[in-house]
């Protein structure tokens, strides 16, 4: 498995997936994204995501059943591994820590 640490757009990826259980195909993906970050999100850049994840064992893919809607294509659905699940755990306990440390006062300052 090659290295387990997230960047912010992978982190993202990895809650949609998460997200969408049984449903999270590259398409879903990117729609959940745009939908909750208000960001422009490309498709082939989720597509690259999905699969640098797979590469780190964050998340394992597999192929559905062909359908007429889509021309007999099948789509390839990603679900979150036990290390992707502790990489988002990991990430959100490092924010929390480092959310933990600003004093109070900070805010009342800005």
């Not at 929390?96 to 800005?110: G, Y």
Request: glycine share 8%.
């Amino acid at each position: 498995m090659k290295g387990t640490n997230i960047g912010e757009f992978e982190e993202l990826v990895l809650l949609t997936v998460a997200a969408l259980m049984d449903e999270a195909y590259s398409v879903a993906v990117c729609d959940e994204l745009s939908t909750h970050t208000g960001r422009t999100v490309k498709l082939g850049v989720v597509h690259a995501v999905l699969n640098r994840l797979e590469e780190k064992g964050l998340v394992k893919s597999q192929l559905g059943e062909a359908t007429r809607a889509r021309g007999g294509k099948r789509k390839r659905f990603y679900q979150l591994t036990i290390p992707g699940k502790n990489a988002l755990v990991n990430a959100k306990e490092m924010r929390d820590q480092l959310w933990d440390r600003i004093p109070s006062l900070a805010w009342k300052n800005l």
